[in-house]
T-cell receptor
Framework: AQTVTQSQPEMSVQEAETVTLSCTYD???????LFWYKQPPSRQMILVIR??????QNATENRFSVNFQKAAKSFSLKISDSQLGDAAMYFC????????????FGSGTQLTVLP | EADIYQTPRYLVIGTGKKITLECSQT?????MYWYQQDPGMELHLIHY???????EKGDLSSESTVSRIRTEHFPLTLESARPSHTSQYLC??????????FGQGTRLTVV
């Protein structure tokens, strides 16, 4: 069975600083996707960034980037120049390529941004 | 904003009542999903569908049922609500490749 582990239940960062959220996963599959989702308080879950396992290059979306270490099964999210609007619960998620079954989520990291 | 809608947003209902949580999407996605999420906790897949007339149970045992008669509609029904069903229910749809679009959720309280 696939598992996703987020070992940091809570993190905080000063506004304009950089923070890294950790995620590890366990799978025997070779073709899969990894995601970071953001869930602001009382708002919709939205996709932050995705990474295809076959790509060696780390994905980047504006201030968000990942450090994907396939051999170590590690997938961390770096948020640069943190903003107050980044405060949310962040979920790491995994999906097998071509599978109808959907995402397996980690337990989440609550990020607080301090002004 | 993704075109996936859940109603109601909030529901307080008595034990033993039958309830249906609605979920609709206008993106034409074949894959749709229901997750259960307790506050501040991880999401657990309870049902999924990969097209009309196809539904499967997810990882978390649930007393709810689902139907998929139309592509855009994926309602979840609880025949007899219990306090243990109190939770947030998230609906999602996917065009494939793992990416999901989520509704705003229904926060259910059974008293």
């Amino acid at each position: 069975a696939q598992t996703v582990t987020q070992s940091q239940p809570e993190m905080s960062v000063q506004e304009a600083e950089t923070v890294t959220l950790s995620c590890t996963y366990d799978t025997s599959e070779s073709d899969y996707y990894l995601f970071w989702y953001k869930q602001p308080p009382s708002r919709q879950m939205i996709l932050v960034i995705r990474q295809e396992a076959y790509k060696q290059q780390n994905a980047t979306e504006n201030r968000f980037s990942v450090n994907f270490q396939k051999a170590a099964k590690s997938f961390s999210l770096k948020i640069s120049d943190s903003q107050l609007g980044d405060a949310a619960m962040y979920f790491c998620a995994y999906a097998i390529s071509g599978s109808a079954r959907q995402l397996t989520f980690g337990s989440g990291t609550q990020l607080t941004v301090l002004p | 904003e993704a075109d996936i809608y859940q109603t109601p947003r909030y529901l307080v209902i008595g034990t033993g009542k039958k309830i249906t949580l609605e979920c609709s999407q206008t993106m034409g996605h074949d894959k749709m999903y229901w997750y259960q999420q307790d506050p501040g906790m991880e999401l657990h897949l309870i049902h999924y569908s990969y097209g009309v007339n196809s539904t499967e149970k997810g990882d978390l045992s649930s007393e709810s049922t689902v139907s998929r008669i139309r592509t855009e509609h994926f309602p979840l029904t609880l025949e007899s609500a219990r306090p243990s069903h109190t939770s947030q229910y998230l609906c999602a749809s996917s065009p494939g490749a793992g990416e999901a679009f989520f509704g705003q959720g229904t926060r259910l309280t059974v008293v």
